[in-house]
């Protein structure tokens, strides 16, 4: 089956970091091109950043995150990564991880997420 298992969210204040860490596994991870999504409450789920199997040169980013949040990952661990830094309040969310191509048509379950709460 497919799962994927986000860790690494907590509480900070604002302008702190966080590292949040998605172990993937049932797919073919090392050609997958993953994505980070946020979710807030009573706001729908949406793309934050994600990275091709071409790693770092194939990366993008919602405007809103542009320069403060970084993605990469571990092939070799079937791992994705999330480094949040200069963290605002509006960043509060619950963070998932998913493949892009099955999560736009709902292939794929999603995980339970990880909480960032940003206080001010």
């Known amino acids: 089956q497919v799962q994927f298992v986000e860790s690494g969210g907590g509480l900070v204040q604002a302008g702190g970091s966080l590292r949040l860490s998605c172990s993937a596994s049932?797919?073919?991870?090392?050609?997958?091109?993953m994505g980070w999504y946020r979710q807030a409450p009573g706001k729908e789920r949406e793309l934050v950043a994600h990275?091709?199997?071409?790693?770092?040169?194939?990366?993008n980013y919602v405007d809103s995150v542009k320069g403060r949040f970084t993605i990469s990952r571990d092939n070799a661990k079937n791992t994705m990564y999330l480094q949040m830094n200069s963290l605002v309040p509006e960043d509060t969310a619950v963070y998932y991880c998913?493949?892009?191509?099955?999560?736009?048509?709902?292939?794929?379950?999603w995980g339970k997420g990880a909480l960032v709460t940003v206080s001010s």
């Open positions: 990275m091709s199997s071409a790693g770092s040169t194939s990366t």
């Open positions: 049932g797919i073919p991870f090392s050609v997958a091109t």
């Open positions: 998913n493949r892009l191509g099955p999560a736009r048509r709902g292939m794929y379950s």
